[in-house]
């Protein structure tokens, strides 16, 4: 019942920024908190960032200070401003939201590729 895209992922220099995206459409009025996921070639999916419908933020210690999750108030739409970008963020990043209703779902993945 619910889509996600994510859209803003690229190329990088180290020390650059980035803006991610992600527009949720279809049944949106039950969804709760939502979230960025990156997945590193080798790596386990990770949670980036958290922000609940009360707009409550969450960050994993590699990241604060630098990223910053957002979200609109009609909660169909999610942001995470990447600064001070390094080479160790490359990674597939992934939206995901959470309904109501007890379900999850995810968008297909944007890739964010930082060089040295």
């Known amino acids: 019942q619910v889509q996600l895209v994510e859209s803003g992922g690229g190329l990088v220099q180290a020390g650059g920024s980035l803006r991610l995206s992600c527009a949720a459409s279809?049944?949106?009025?039950?969804?709760?908190?939502m979230g960025w996921y990156r997945q590193a070639p080798g790596k386990q999916r990770e949670l980036v960032a958290g922000?609940?419908?009360?707009?409550?933020?969450n960050y994993a210690d590699s990241v604060k200070g630098r990223f910053t999750i957002s979200r609109n108030d009609a909660k169909t739409a999610l942001y995470l401003q990447m600064n001070s970008l390094k080479p160790e963020d490359t990674a597939v990043y992934f939206c995901?939201?959470?309904?109501?209703?007890?379900?999850?779902?995810w968008g297909q993945g944007t890739q964010v590729t930082v060089s040295s």
């Open positions: 279809g049944g949106t009025f039950g969804i709760n908190d």
């Open positions: 995901k939201a959470a309904v109501s209703w007890g379900y999850e779902y």
């Open positions: 922000v609940t419908s009360g707009h409550s933020t």
